[in-house]
Structure formats: C-alpha cells, structure tokens
C-alpha cells in the first residue's frame, strides 16, 4: 500500500516535499514518482532503482528534484526545489518489483499510491 502526503501550494522558486509511506515494499522494487495533468498523460519523472545505486530524472525536473529512501520508516521522498508553474500537477508514488532495469513509463507500474496535488503560482 502506497499513500502519499505533503502536497500543497507553494511560490514559484519555493521548494515542496512528498511523501510516500511504503507498506510492503522492500529493497528488491523500483520506486518512482510520476504526475499527472488533467487531459495529459501520466509522465514518469524520477525513478530509484533497487538499492538506490542509480536514479533516473527526466528532463523537466533535472537538476531540481530529488528522489530519496528513507528505509527505516520504508518513506520515498520526492524534494522539488525551484518550482515552477508548470509543475503544478497530481503526485504520485509507484512501485514495481525489480525483473530489470526500472521501467519509466506509467502502464510498467503495478502499485500506485493515491495521489497528493502541487500547485505552484
């Protein structure tokens, strides 16, 4: 079970942390973050690959946003620094278990959180 906290609004230049609290997920998963606008398709933009040996950002949040594990409390962490307008959109936390390389694309994820919104002005 995934279930995401720490959305809300935030200045354009501010920064924002969500929250995944993670039941039941291990070490062994991918663990991502993808978002979401109404009438957009759902865009992977950070990926933790097992272990946390390599992370993947798309292009848009690079240099921005970090995708972080706090294994002790089993949390993902997303901290989003420099918003900008354009990334007001629906979080959300995914995971899948590890077969490969971590996929980045929405329909590759089994377990999905319920989503937390960033609006940022």
């Known amino acids: 079970q995934l279930v995401e906290s720490g959305g809300g609004s935030a200045q354009a230049g501010g920064s924002l942390r969500v929250s995944c609290a993670a039941s039941g997920i291990d070490s062994r998963y991918c663990m991502a973050w993808f978002r979401q606008v109404p009438g957009k398709e759902r865009e992977g933009i950070a990926v933790?690959?097992?272990?946390?040996?390599?992370?993947y950002y798309a292009d848009s949040v690079k240099g921005r946003f970090t995708i972080s594990r706090d294994s002790a409390k089993n949390t993902l962490y997303l901290q989003m620094n420099n918003l900008k307008p354009e990334d007001t959109a629906m979080y959300y936390c995914?995971?899948?278990?590890?077969?490969?390389?971590?996929?980045?694309?929405?329909?590759?994820?089994?377990?999905w959180g319920q989503g937390t919104q960033v609006t940022v002005s």
């Open positions: 933790r690959y097992p272990g946390g040996f390599f992370t």
């Open positions: 995914a995971t899948k278990l590890s077969s490969g390389p971590c996929p980045r694309d929405a329909p590759d994820y089994a377990n």
